[in-house]
T-cell receptor
Framework: NAGVTQTPKFQVLKTGQSMTLQCAQD?????MSWYRQDPGMGLRLIHY???????DQGEVPNGYNVSRSTTEDFPLRLLSAAPSQTSVYFC??????????????FGDGTRLSIL | KQEVTQIPAALSVPEGENLVLNCSFT??????LQWFRQDPGKGLTSLLL?????REQTSGRLNASLDKSSGRSTLYIAASQPGDSATYLC???????????FGQGTTLQVKP
């Protein structure tokens, strides 16, 4: 049972480059989300999706795009990388939205450095 | 705006000690509160989830309590072991937005 799988685990980019962080879950979860974790800031919600074809913004969406074409996959795209986007990115999923009491399942994270 | 605070930021205890981690939140309009464990270089693992109508949840040596009116939750770890060393985060699901708001975590070290 793979759970939530994130790729790559590590990435170094130059300012201005674009890239896509991949997230896949095999639990048939409706709700998926992306967080970034920064020292002293905790985890902050970037974007989330309540089902295929539906996405919405979280607390810190600027500079990121998402799409949800299938239930399983929820990629996060950095359009033009900036040093402020250096962070650890986590993808999470749950059977339904967090507001109805379902525990969140997290991937192991992608550690991203922007030079 | 919901804010979640965890005190202390770090804690070091000898093996076998019982300990309490604290989490406070500013807005009592929550669906639930979750406690997570994070090991270095890893993602978060859900430990306990307490619905807003519940007072506590237990799993093995872990017991989490919730006092919504005072905006507080505690995670009690009994008979701590070196394997309990990790960062513990609490998060509340806001009933206004349905989104999780995280505290910054307490890093626990249990010394053999």
């Amino acid at each position: 049972n793979a759970g939530v799988t994130q790729t790559p685990k590590f990435q170094v980019l130059k300012t201005g480059q674009s890239m896509t962080l991949q997230c896949a879950q095999d639990m048939n979860h409706e709700y998926m989300s992306w967080y970034r974790q920064d020292p002293g800031m905790g985890l902050r919600l970037i974007h989330y999706s309540v089902g295929a074809g539906i996405t919405d913004q979280g607390e810190v969406p600027n500079g990121y795009n998402v799409s949800r074409s299938t239930t399983e996959d929820f990629p996060l795209r950095l359009l033009s990388a900036a040093p402020s986007q250096t962070s650890v990115y986590f993808c999470a999923s749950s059977r339904v939205a967090s507001g109805v009491g379902q525990p969140q399942h997290f991937g192991d994270g992608t550690r991203l450095s922007i030079l | 705006k919901q804010e979640v605070t965890q005190i202390p930021a770090a804690l070091s205890v000898p093996e076998g000690e019982n300990l309490v981690l604290n989490c406070s939140f500013t807005d009592s309009a929550i669906y639930n509160l979750q406690w997570f464990r994070q090991d270095p270089g890893k993602g978060l693992t859900s430990l306990l989830l307490i619905q807003s109508s519940q007072r506590e949840q237990t799993s093995g040596r872990l017991n989490a309590s919730l006092d919504k009116s005072s905006g507080r939750s505690t995670l009690y770890i009994a008979a701590s072991q070196p394997g309990d060393s990790a960062t513990y985060l609490c998060a509340v699901a806001s009933s206004n937005t349905g989104k999780l708001i995280f505290g910054q975590g307490t890093t626990l070290q249990v010394k053999p």
